[in-house]
T-cell receptor, first 111, second 113 residues
Framework: ELKVEQNPLFLSMQEGKNYTIYCNYSTTSDRLYWYRQDPGKSLESLFVLLSNGAVKQEGRLMASLDTKARLSTLHITAAVHDLSATYFC???????????FGTGTRLTVIP | DAGVIQSPRHEVTEMGQEVTLRCKPI?????LFWYRQTMMRGLELLIYFNNNVPIDDSGMPEDRFSAKMPNASFSTLKIQPSEPRDSAVYFCASSFLLASYQFFGPGTRLTVL
């Protein structure tokens, strides 16, 4: 079974700082997704990365994918309080019909 | 489009009772997914449908769980009989393609006493 690991699990950072969340997965994958979840809310799709070297950016968030290293990163630039949420990566295993979610990274941005 | 619609939003029931959760996917989406989220186990895919046909139900925990999709605009997840360990938030999601974004519904928070 494909395993998806995120780190850190918890991240507390000051406004204005930069940080990166990492997502490692154990087998080959066709697609990698990033989602955001606010407390008590549903999941919101952020990015889908489809190929090696793919990079997508939206506002202060930038996601990248290295399929050879089986690694995706979510980089936060100049964090603001509104980015406080739990971020999940999810991986679609090649040849399988399932989506495996990471444990999530709970981000708290401190003023 | 209103997005994925789930009902009820909250359900409190007693152990042994039957629980039915409902989902209306986004119109035109061919894929529908049911997930369960708990603190202990995180997000788990329970089952998904393609064009109303169940494709993978390997995530369904036990025979007490069943899911149906009688038409393209409606799906149910039923738990019978319910147990306290079924308490969780159940999400329904839909997507146009298997490889595209999944749009999640607001979830149903189930509490089994």
């Amino acid at each position: 079974e494909l395993k998806v690991e995120q780190n850190p699990l918890f991240l507390s950072m000051q406004e204005g700082k930069n940080y990166t969340i990492y997502c490692n997965y154990s087998t080959t994958s066709d697609r990698l997704y990033w989602y955001r979840q606010d407390p008590g809310k549903s999941l919101e799709s952020l990015f889908v990365l489809l190929s090696n070297g793919a990079v997508k950016q939206e506002g202060r968030l930038m996601a990248s994918l290295d399929t050879k290293a089986r690694l995706s990163t979510l980089h936060i630039t100049a964090a603001v309080h509104d980015l406080s949420a739990t971020y999940f990566c999810a991986v679609d295993q090649t040849g399988a019909n399932n989506l495996f979610f990471g444990t999530g990274t709970r981000l708290t941005v401190i003023p | 489009d209103a997005g994925v619609i789930q009902s009820p939003r909250h359900e409190v029931t007693e152990m042994g009772q039957e629980v039915t959760l409902r989902c209306k996917p986004i119109s035109g989406h061919d894929y529908l997914f049911w997930y369960r989220q708990t603190m202990m186990r995180g997000l788990e895919l329970l089952i998904y449908f393609n064009n109303n046909v169940p494709i993978d139900d390997s995530g369904m925990p036990e025979d007490r769980f069943s899911a149906k999709m009688p038409n393209a605009s409606f799906s149910t997840l039923k738990i019978q009989p319910s147990e306290p360990r079924d308490s969780a938030v159940y999400f329904c999601a839909s997507s146009f393609l298997l490889a595209s974004y999944q749009f999640f519904g607001p979830g149903t928070r189930l509490t089994v006493l």
